[in-house]
């Protein structure tokens, strides 16, 4: 059983900085992708980011590139997303989700839920003007 759970939500100012974490369970290969995904009140949830386990492979939402920085510690079986220069346009729920594969992976497949197995129950994160 694989289990997912988010950590580090609060409320911050804009411009302010808060890192969410993301405690992974019951993985078993060493190729896994994890990704962010975020849900702001009455809109559809959206990808933020997203790694895959070996190589540093990243990819980012055009409105967090520069700001935020996804990554990975395989050791503690942890997932990391440092949000910085935070915006009240940032404000939702976050949450990661995980899917593991066979073989080292190229690239992550950004934004698509259908692609990942795994979710936690998110963290919400909200930024005042």
């Known amino acids: 059983q694989v289990d997912l759970v988010e950590s580090g939500g609060g409320l911050v100012q804009s411009g302010g900085s808060l890192r969410l974490s993301c405690a992974t369970s019951g993985l078993i290969s060493d190729f896994y992708h994890i990704a962010w995904f975020r849900q702001a009140p009455g809109k559809e949830r959206e990808g933020v980011s997203c790694i895959h386990s070996v190589g540093a492979v990243t990819a980012y939402a055009d409105s967090v590139k520069g700001r935020f920085t996804v990554s990975v510690d395989n050791a503690k079986a942890m997932a990391y997303l440092q949000m910085n220069s935070l915006k009240p346009d940032d404000t939702g729920v976050y949450y990661c989700?995980?899917?593991?594969?066979?073989?080292?992976?190229?690239?992550?497949?950004?934004?698509?839920?259908?692609?990942?197995?795994?979710w936690g129950q998110g963290t919400q994160v909200t930024v005042s003007s």
């Open positions: 989700a995980s899917s593991e594969y066979v073989v080292q992976q190229r690239s992550c497949p950004f934004g698509t839920e259908s692609e990942y197995d795994y």
